[in-house]
T-cell receptor, first 117, second 114 residues
Framework: EAGVAQSPRYKIIEKRQSVAFWCNPI?????LYWYQQILGQGPKLLIQ????????DSQLPKDRFSAERLKGVDSTLKIQPAKLEDSAVYLC???????????????FGPGTRLTVL | SQKIEQNSEALNIQEGKTATLTCNYT??????LQWYRQDPGRGPVFLLL?????KEKRKERLKVTFDTTLKQSLFHITASQPADSATYLC?????????????FGKGTRLSVIA
């Protein structure tokens, strides 16, 4: 079974530039998550999709971050404009179930390491 | 709001010994708790889930306990090996009938020395 795919693996940009990350979840998984993981911290949820609808985006800085999941499969996360504090690893995960209360494990991709200079 | 603490940033143990990692939480009653392993440069990998009505769960050399009175989970690796060296993350599930997302702790970096 193919895992969660993410690209690019690494990205270096200057502050105020834009960047986009792409995620392809495991086939058949209804729920897709984007996390931000700052060095030395645990993953922090940015946004959760169920199929192509948003379930939770309470921690997404909406003035600069946006995400979409067209057709309920692939997803993109965009930052515009980037700030120095956005330097982190952006992890995409997927799970079979509709939401966290369904006890489903999450399958994570390898992440995209973003450096903002 | 809920708070989750993994009270060791790093833990060094000798090969063959049992590693015990701790996860404490406050202001919360999760329906379950999960443990993940994360290697450098990779995403977390799911290891075990334990529900609020379960005291203990085992999988091969791994054992997890869940004490809802103490608000604590312990994660044990018996007969530890250098290959067990990684960061281990605990994550709180939502409360029963809740729909809040998983909340991850900062993780404990385990080093098993040969």
């Amino acid at each position: 079974e193919a895992g969660v795919a993410q690209s690019p693996r690494y990205k270096i940009i200057e502050k105020r530039q834009s960047v986009a990350f792409w995620c392809n979840p495991i086939s058949g998984h209804a729920t897709l998550y984007w996390y931000q993981q700052i060095l030395g911290q645990g993953p922090k949820l940015l946004i959760q999709f169920q199929n192509n609808g948003v379930v939770d985006d309470s921690q997404l800085p909406k003035d600069r971050f946006s995400a979409e999941r067209l057709k309920g499969v692939d997803s993109t996360l965009k930052i515009q404009p980037a700030k120095l504090e956005d330097s982190a690893v952006y992890l995409c995960a997927s799970s079979l179930g509709a939401h966290a209360s369904s006890y489903n494990e999450q399958f994570f991709g390898p992440g995209t390491r973003l450096t903002v200079l | 709001s809920q708070k989750i603490e993994q009270n060791s940033e790093a833990l060094n143990i000798q090969e063959g010994k049992t590693a015990t990692l701790t996860c404490n939480y406050t202001n919360y009653s999760p329906a379950y708790l999960q443990w993940y392993r994360q290697d450098p440069g990779r995403g977390p990998v799911f290891l075990l889930l334990i529900r609020e009505n379960e005291k203990e769960k085992r999988k091969e050399r791994l054992k997890v306990t869940f004490d809802t009175t103490l608000k604590q989970s312990l994660f044990h690796i018996t007969a530890s090996q250098p290959a067990d060296s990684a960061t281990y993350l605990c994550a709180l599930g939502p409360p029963k009938a809740g729909n809040t997302p998983l909340v991850f702790g900062k993780g404990t970096r385990l080093s098993v020395i040969a």
